[in-house]
């Protein structure tokens, strides 16, 4: 048999460290037990706190940047030109603020044939293409909308909607509450397509409106808006971009103007930006307009995300183009 030193360590008693003495068959003590750091000389109560912090700073793993922009919720000017003063009174009679009616009172498919091209590459907007969702029955096709904002481009345009692109189908989320005040946002939470969409909406300041959506889950979709323009025929309209750096990147920001020809006052910009940052490689949206046949002009107007996968923050504008304070609102 092996001398017990060498034996394999097995039992009560395994894994201690045998003093010299028991091996060389010497009187000793049985307090044997290993004390942590001896052997390496004498330190400081200091030294050994500081050892200790920097073991325990090294063991924390690295950030991992999330590769995704967010909006910081600015609320105020930051000294950038915001948007034109909004009327946001709820008034049927002169149609202001925003409401909610059924989809169809402004745009209905089954009346102009030049519906199609509105909605690019997507599932017919019937009613049996809209989905429930978490709403009640009765709410399934109502939308909301902007009917005026007063002195401005637009006449009953909104009509807000979630595209599923896998399944083909739109959802109405109902914006609340409304017609807020400057600086406040609401959240809220829309469940349909079997998906759950976070959206937090508000005039962050005099003239912006934002959208900010969420989504719990990596899959494809749109967000979007249709109505009337109102500049009967006789808008003018741009593609516009903006070269911008955030967290060390080198991005575009890629925006669209809606003017009545004539009138700086009647106009509005929307800026689209996924927060996926690949997906703002290439124009992010889509403009695309429709003749209203019984008036023979050219006053329907869709806009729509393209395809994100990751969230979209969206800002409509007043009047003014707001680019600067959009740009500083961003995050990474």
Avoid: C
Avoid at 200 to 206: D, I, L, R
Avoid at 265 to 292: F, M, R
Avoid at 301 to 329: C, E, H, P, Q, R
């Amino acid at each position: 048999m092996a001398p017990f030193f060498l034996q394999r360590r097995k039992g009560a008693g395994s894994g201690r460290v045998f003093a010299f003495a028991s091996i060389a068959n010497q009187p000793h003590t049985l307090e044997n037990v290993y004390v942590p750091g001896s052997g390496v000389g004498a330190t400081t109560t200091a030294n050994r706190r500081a050892l200790s912090r920097r073991a325990a700073y090294i063991r924390q793993p690295p950030a991992i940047p999330s590769g995704l922009l967010y909006s910081k919720n600015n609320v105020t000017d930051g000294g950038f030109t915001v948007g034109a003063e909004v009327n946001k009174t709820v008034n049927d009679d002169l149609i202001l603020g925003m409401k909610n009616d059924v989809y169809t009172i402004e745009f209905n498919s089954d009346k102009y044939t030049e519906y199609p091209q509105l909605f690019p590459d997507m599932a017919d907007l019937i009613d049996e293409n809209i989905v429930l969702g978490d709403k009640n029955e009765e709410d399934r096709l109502i939308a909301s909308y902007w009917g005026d904002l007063g002195d401005d481009v637009l006449d009953k345009w909104g009509f807000f909607y979630l595209y599923d692109v896998n399944s083909g189908k739109y959802y109405f989320p109902l914006i609340s509450p409304q017609n807020q005040g400057n600086g406040i946002f609401a959240t809220q939470t829309f469940n349909a397509f079997g998906r759950t969409f976070t959206i937090k909406h508000g005039w962050a300041v005099q003239g912006i409106f934002k959208f900010d959506i969420s989504v719990a889950d990596s899959l494809p979709f749109r967000f979007g808006a249709y109505g009337n323009m109102g500049s009967d025929g006789d808008e003018v309209t741009e593609d516009m971009t903006q070269n911008y750096s955030i967290g060390g990147r080198n991005l575009t920001l890629y925006y669209h103007r809606d003017q009545e020809d004539g009138n700086d006052d009647e106009q509005l910009y929307s800026y689209w930006i996924p927060k996926k940052v690949s997906e703002n490689s290439a124009q992010t949206y889509y403009n695309v307009y429709g003749i209203n046949p019984e008036e023979d002009v050219e006053e329907f107007m869709s806009m729509l995300s393209k395809t994100v996968t990751s969230g979209l923050i969206v800002y409509f504008a007043k009047s003014n183009d707001v680019k600067d304070w959009v740009i500083n609102d961003l995050a990474i």
